[in-house]
């Protein structure tokens, strides 16, 4: 709920409308439950509680269904809530634009052929191993890049492509950008060309 919290302060502070639907198995699970009741913006929250005979049940299709065709949508939670959420969005007609995600962290695959990086700033040729991400090989060869999480969830470490062809693993990136091949997340993110040459 952290990240939603701050989101929600905000859009307060700026006079937007919002609706926040929280839902947990019961109230005991609800992070900051106390405090809740004490926001200015109570009025914007949706609780829905499992084990509460008066609860209102998350029927999360209707309520995608129900948002207008401009409103965004954003979800944070464990790896199968975000999954059940994606799936009602879909179902609903929610574009993939419109939807965004704000994961805990990420099980990512980095591991595959090797491939050289070309750093075309400090005009060096880098070998990334099959174990080795590509933000590990430039560190190795004293290149800093930007990072936070590590995990491809953040978007801190994204890196202009000058040339090659990005393998993208990253969560940050929409299906669109990651088609565009202009940027990667150096942190997970591999090459499907033999040579990818980067902006380092």
Request: proline share 3%; net charge negative; hydrophobic share 40%.
């Amino acid at each position: 709920m952290t990240p939603l919290l701050a989101m929600a302060w905000r859009l307060h502070e700026l006079g937007r409308s919002f609706t926040w639907h929280i839902s947990a198995r019961s109230r005991s699970r609800v992070p900051f439950s106390k405090e809740l009741d004490a926001l200015p913006f109570r009025d914007s929250i949706v609780l829905h509680i499992d084990d509460e005979q008066n609860g209102k049940l998350l029927e999360a299709s209707d309520i995608l269904r129900s948002a207008s065709d401009d409103c965004d949508v954003y979800v944070c939670g464990p790896r199968g809530y975000m999954a059940f959420i994606e799936e009602a969005a879909r179902r609903a007609g929610v574009t993939k634009e419109r939807l965004h995600q704000e994961h805990f962290g990420a099980e990512i695959d980095t591991t595959g052929s090797p491939f050289t990086v070309v750093a075309a700033r400090s005009g060096l040729s880098i070998e990334v191993g099959c174990t080795e991400t590509i933000l590990s090989a430039l560190q190795r060869e004293g290149i800093e890049v930007e990072t936070a999480c590590q995990n491809g969830v953040c978007g801190t470490c994204l890196t202009k492509v000058i040339e090659g062809r990005p393998d993208h693993r990253d969560m940050v990136l929409t299906d669109v950008e990651k088609a565009s091949n202009e940027m990667i997340a150096v942190c997970c993110s591999r090459s499907r060309s033999r040579i990818l040459k980067l902006d380092v």
